[in-house]
């Protein structure tokens, strides 16, 4: 049950692309298409981005995509907004019904 | 409009325990696993526990194992974390969310604080 690993902190300005990669194990993002991704602005509960490796629920923006390759996954966030600054979690369904999230990153729009 | 409100949240000694509750609305309560997930302040997202639609299976993370129990009452549309010999380390914003293949909503959370 160890956190998945993601870079502490990305940046980029406006308009630019960013991704966040997520590193797990075969008994969690490369054993399951159950990753998920989550932005969270200071002081608000976690909002749901990504789902599935790469579905977007209603309301989210295209800008933000989802990616996986063996135990790692990714997010990318296209054409890099203001509003995107924020700490972003990865999260996998792990064997024996467990759920892992990852340390977590920070996107800093410059 | 789908809702989680948790409460039960607030200071306790180190050994001593909590409960914590989630009201949900909106939904049919019954037909979700729900779980809870923690933040301790300034750190990252960690999964506490999950319960199926029944109440029939429940899964820990390693850390809570023994020492946490979670409920439901389908009747009362309510969630629930029973939190016995609380830990410093247990400190945290503890939030409910319904759990399909993700975490889509999400509680406010509650503020847990383990200090003598």
């Known amino acids: 049950q160890s956190a998945l690993t993601q870079p502490r902190s990305v940046s980029g300005s406006p308009g630019q692309s960013v991704t966040i990669s997520c590193t797990g194990t075969?008994?969690?993002?490369?054993?399951?298409?159950?990753v998920s991704w989550y932005q969270q602005h200071p002081g608000k509960a976690p909002k749901l981005m990504i789902y599935d490796v790469s579905k977007r629920p209603s309301g989210v923006p295209d800008r933000f995509s989802g990616s996986k390759s063996g135990n790692t996954a990714s997010l990318t966030i296209s054409g890099l907004q203001a509003e995107d600054e924020a700490d972003y979690y990865c999260?996998?369904?792990?064997?024996?019904?467990?759920?892992?999230f990852g340390t977590g990153t920070k996107v800093t729009v410059l | 409009e789908v809702q989680l409100v948790e409460s039960g949240g607030g200071l306790v000694q180190p050994g001593g325990s909590l409960r914590l509750s989630c009201a949900a609305s909106?939904?049919?309560?019954?037909?979700?696993?729900m779980s809870w997930v923690r933040q301790a302040p300034g750190k990252g997202l960690e999964w506490v526990a999950n319960i199926k639609q029944d109440g029939s299976e429940e899964y820990y993370v390693d850390s809570v194992k023994g020492r946490f129990t979670i409920s439901r009452d389908n009747a009362r549309n309510s969630l629930y974390l029973q939190m016995n010999s609380l830990r410093a380390e247990d400190t945290a914003v503890y939030y409910c969310?319904?759990?399909?293949?993700?975490?889509?909503?999400w509680g406010q959370g509650t503020l847990v604080t383990v200090s003598s």
């Open positions: 909106g939904f049919t309560f019954s037909s979700y696993w």
């Open positions: 999260c996998s369904y792990a064997d024996s019904s467990f759920y892992v």
């Open positions: 075969s008994s969690d993002v490369g054993g399951y298409n159950y």
């Open positions: 969310a319904r759990q399909e293949v993700a975490f889509v909503y």
